[in-house]
């Protein structure tokens, strides 16, 4: 499914879903790594923002050819380069956590 594709259809079940999918890889953490091609399976190889966009569904330079390359800045700093409404505040009370 292109990336596109992904992004009409973005959700949070729709995230955590391909989050959750992404526990049995083995993934390691490296900077700088994932998150290039959100329509392949998850990397060997992952940062922490490059796995955010593999779970959301989109390429991390957004738009793609632009030299923007989506990092934990942005998300931290409340920018909206997805659809409004796909992030929102969690109090850590309503988190659940799963051991692997």
């Given amino acids: 499914m292109p990336w ?22 083995k993934t ?8 290039f091609d959100p329509s392949k399976p998850i990397t060997k190889e992952c940062d922490c923002s490059g796995f955010i966009v593999w779970a959301i569904g989109i390429p991390r330079e ?19 380069p997805v659809k409004d409404g796909l992030f929102k505040e969690i109090a850590l009370a309503d988190m ?3 051991a692997i």
Avoid at 28 to 35: E, N, R
């Fill in 4 to 25: 596109k594709a992904t992004l009409v259809t973005a959700s949070t079940q729709q995230t955590l879903s391909r989050a959750h999918s992404a526990l049995a890889k």
């Fill in 28 to 35: 390691v953490y490296k900077l700088g790594q994932g998150g």
């Fill in 62 to 80: 957004l738009p793609p050819g632009s030299g923007h390359w989506l990092s934990t800045d942005e998300y931290w700093a409340g920018g909206k």
């Fill in 96 to 98: 659940h956590l799963q």
